[in-house]
């Protein structure tokens, strides 16, 4: 008997092709559920990143017209991953991002790339690559929503289904006049079906229609239920409550691994902290800020959006300032906030300072180097910066949503007493509050045994993937079972 075998299908994998936490997350479970007794195969869309990375792989399947023009489905291993890819030069052989173009305009044919991702994943999920028949499908995020509902408007045996939401804000919504082209019945349009709000719903289609859905965090979970946190989807959530599970994300606990990290000065770990200070240095050198070891050293790795709380930052930084801290700021987004982040910069030099864009290594030496990092988030499905500066020793200042909720215990009275906080947390999401909690932080810093003992705490936090890949076999195995 073979092992339980997973189709996994979303629209990015790192370290193939990344935007965000969804490629984290998608490419490293497949070597988390190895160790449960889980095959999984990636299925991806043939970017040019990915079709360079597999070259002339073999072709399992072939399409004389996908939505129009012919592709295949070649089978590959590449950056540690078994893949699927689907070769569809006229969806994916372009210059720009997976989901816009260089300028930034979203590709306006978004709704047949991603319904033809969705509709290979059917397909192998039906069996057109005997060598690899799936027991689950694994539907990740919007652009892989009209998954589910192939293989549940499809005729015969069809494998369990499961739909993961990485962020409910994002949705996939197309006009209704597309139900025919995109190969969907009659009856599809329907409130129990595809149908939101007079529009094709790309993510409600496989929440609708999924056998289960999770989605990142335990506290997500709830959130999503709610009006507040529900995003127009909290009525079907509710309805579908049975189904739907919090499963905390995990991060790669090899390649964000303080002890034998290359992109750091110095390696260190909870027992040996000494070394950790080098990378205080090394990250104030390359930023640009004044050598001032005693001056608290707060960080930021993010993008810049509303939904991220960088305009709390950019209000919060006279609270940093006047504590006597520094701020270290790495990321891209909202190009109004970039400006206002290197506007800031140039009135504090030595004191603020941006990185615009992402840098991996950059990335690793922050976590490495700040003593905390910001992450205020007005939501947060789980988020995955504050997992890494639990493991590098970087105090997480964090909202109390979402996985943030879920992952740092705030140093209150009893916490620090009972050995078990790991960072600070404040709520509601605003302005005040933010500046309390950084009042809190620096509050903290001037006991620097305490700040120690906090920082030891957080680095033995488990933030890898071995008990969220147990909670998604479990799921696994109790759908392949009901088939």
Not at 58 to 64: G, I, K, L, M, R
Not at 80 to 90: C, E, M, R, S
Not at 139 to 149: E, K, N, R, S
Not at 175 to 194: K, M, Q, T, Y
């Amino acid at each position: 008997m073979h092992a339980l075998r997973v189709l996994s299908v979303a629209a990015e994998a790192f370290p193939l092709i990344k935007t965000g936490g969804l490629g984290d997350v998608v490419g490293a479970l497949p070597a988390a559920l190895a160790a449960e007794g889980v095959e999984v195969r990636t299925l991806l869309p043939g970017y040019p990143a990915v079709m360079a990375a597999i070259g002339d792989a073999p072709v399992v399947h072939a399409y004389d017209a996908l939505f129009g023009a012919p592709a295949r489905i070649r089978a590959a291993h590449a950056a540690g991953l078994d893949l699927f890819v689907l070769d569809a030069p006229q969806f994916y052989a372009r210059d720009g991002g997976p989901y816009a173009a260089a300028d930034g305009g979203e590709w306006g044919d978004n709704a047949f790339r991603f319904a033809a991702l969705s509709r290979a994943a059917a397909d192998l999920g039906r069996g057109v690559a005997a060598a690899f028949v799936p027991d689950v499908v694994h539907a990740h995020d919007w652009q892989a929503g009209l998954a589910p509902a192939y293989l549940h408007y499809g005729a015969g045996a069809r494998p369990g289904t499961v739909m993961t939401v990485h962020n409910l804000a994002f949705q996939g919504q197309i006009g209704g006049e597309l139900l025919d082209a995109l190969g969907l019945p009659w009856h599809a349009w329907s409130i129990d079906g595809v149908e939101y709000y007079g529009a094709i719903g790309y993510l409600k289609a496989g929440l609708a229609l999924a056998d289960r859905i999770t989605t990142v965090s335990p506290t997500y979970a709830v959130e999503i239920r709610t009006p507040e946190g529900g995003m127009g989807m909290d009525g079907l959530l509710r309805h579908r409550a049975r189904d739907l599970t919090g499963i905390l994300n995990g991060i790669d606990d090899v390649a964000w691994n303080p002890a034998a990290d290359p992109h750091l000065r110095a390696v260190f770990d909870a027992t040996r902290m000494a070394p950790r200070e080098r990378n205080r240095a090394a990250l104030r050198s390359r930023m640009g800020l004044a050598a001032t070891p005693a001056a608290p050293l707060f960080g930021v790795v993010s993008r810049f959006t509303w939904q991220k709380g960088m305009d709390l930052v950019l209000q919060s930084i006279g609270d940093l300032l006047s504590g006597g801290a520094q701020l270290a700021v790495l990321g891209t987004g909202d190009a109004t906030l970039e400006q206002a982040f290197v506007d800031a910069a140039a009135r504090h030099p030595g004191r603020v300072a941006v990185h615009l864009g992402y840098s991996e290594d950059l990335a690793h030496l922050l976590q490495g180097g700040s003593d905390a990092i910001l992450v205020p988030s007005r939501f947060e499905p789980c988020g995955l910066t504050q997992m890494c500066a639990l493991r590098y020793g970087a105090l997480p200042v964090v909202a109390k949503v979402g996985g943030l909720a879920d992952t740092v215990v705030d140093a209150g009275v009893a916490a620090i007493r009972d050995g078990v906080a790991t960072g600070i947390s404040f709520y509601p999401v605003t302005r005040e509050k933010l500046g309390w909690a950084i009042g809190r932080t620096l509050a903290l810093w001037q006991d620097q045994d305490c700040w120690h003992r906090l920082q030891a705490q957080a680095m033995v936090t488990d933030v890898g993937w071995r008990n969220p890949a147990r909670q998604y076999a479990q799921i696994y195995r109790a759908l392949a079972a009901r088939r």
